[in-house]
């Protein structure tokens, strides 16, 4: 029982120092971006993990950060983002307290890649961003 205490007690505090780190975002190759059914000239899609879900979507100076099974976007500070090469470190302790207002969502597979659809209601912009599926090379 001590044992399981003193445990607890080395593994919470390492834990709760973890949580304040920036976490690292890897640029996604081969994403296509359209708004208003335009292309975007200036723009990048960031992964946190293999599962696909945060996405950090910038365009020039503005960061969305894309819920997509909660279907929640936030518009992050870019003041708050950093660059570390092709990645970009940010620390999810400053996620803003309510997201943008959104409508229409589509979150779809298309054949060869994923298709997350939305529109920005206070703006009236729709988003649509599809995302590469992994290469399954099993089968070849």
Known sequence: ???ILFACAL???AQALAADKPVAWKP???ALLRVDDQPVKNWNVYLENKKGDPLLLQMG???LLIQVH???IFELAPAKIEHKGAELLWDPANLPAE???TSNWIIRDVGFAYRIDA???AENHVVDLQLPHPMDLRYL
């Open 70 to 72: 909660a279907r929640k």
């Open 1 to 3: 029982m001590f044992f």
């Open 28 to 30: 996604i190759q081969q």
């Open 99 to 101: 997201p943008l207002a």
């Open 11 to 13: 593994l919470c505090p």
């Open 61 to 63: 100076n503005r960061f």
């Open 119 to 121: 529109r920005l209601v």
